[in-house]
T-cell receptor, first 114, second 113 residues
Framework: NAGVTQTPKFRVLKTGQSMTLLCAQDMNHEYMYWYRQDPGMGLRLIHYSVGEGTTAKGEVPDGYNVSRLKKQNFLLGLESAAPSQTSVYFC?????????????FGQGTRLTVV | KQEVTQIPAALSVPEGENLVLNCSFTDSAIYNLQWFRQDPGKGLTSLLLIQSSQREQTSGRLNASLDKSSGRSTLYIAASQPGDSATYLCAVIKSGSARQLTFGSGTQLTVLP
């Protein structure tokens, strides 16, 4: 029972490089999210998706792009990494039903941009 | 804009004590409130989910309450153990949103042996 799986777990990038973070969930959840966690700032929403083929901006979307081509996967891309994007990135998913439902998180990706 | 505040930011208690962690939110129109635990360098583990129609939830030594009208939730931990040491985060989902979670900054708990 994998839940939410993030790949990779750690990465070091040079400024200007690009990369893609992969989030996969096996719970058939409709809604998926990308958050970043920074000391003193808490968790902030980057982008989210309410279903396959949909994406929307969150609180801090600049410098990131996302895609949800398959229901189970949500990709976060950095086209030109900057040191300000050094952070821990978390993916989450939930069913998004009419009643409040539980959100599940991945183990995080620790990204350092030098 | 929904704002979530957790007080205190850090708490240190001796083993065996009962303790209460506080969470307050500014907009009472929420779907639910969820408490998480985060160990250093790890992901978020869900502890308890309280739906907007509920007033409390219990799991083992944990009890979470919700008072929507006052914008408050508490997480009660009974008979604390060193293994309970972690950061505890509360998050709310605002009604009408795409189930986005808004997080507090967390309470860092240390239980001393």
């Amino acid at each position: 029972n994998a839940g939410v799986t993030q790949t990779p777990k750690f990465r070091v990038l040079k400024t200007g490089q690009s990369m893609t973070l992969l989030c996969a969930q096996d719970m058939n959840h409709e809604y998926m999210y990308w958050y970043r966690q920074d000391p003193g700032m808490g968790l902030r929403l980057i982008h989210y998706s309410v279903g396959e083929g949909t994406t929307a901006k969150g609180e801090v979307p600049d410098g990131y792009n996302v895609s949800r081509l398959k229901k189970q996967n949500f990709l976060l891309g950095l086209e030109s990494a900057a040191p300000s994007q050094t952070s821990v990135y978390f993916c989450a998913s939930t069913t998004g039903g009419a009643l409040g439902t539980e959100a599940f998180f991945g183990q995080g990706t620790r990204l350092t941009v030098v | 804009k929904q704002e979530v505040t957790q007080i205190p930011a850090a708490l240190s208690v001796p083993e065996g004590e009962n303790l209460v962690l506080n969470c307050s939110f500014t907009d009472s129109a929420i779907y639910n409130l969820q408490w998480f635990r985060q160990d250093p360098g790890k992901g978020l583990t869900s502890l308890l989910l309280i739906q907007s129609s509920q007033r409390e939830q219990t799991s083992g030594r944990l009890n979470a309450s919700l008072d929507k009208s006052s914008g408050r939730s508490t997480l009660y931990i009974a008979a604390s153990q060193p293994g309970d040491s972690a950061t505890y985060l509360c998050a709310v989902i605002k009604s009408g949103s795409a189930r986005q979670l808004t997080f507090g900054s967390g309470t860092q708990l240390t239980v001393l042996p």
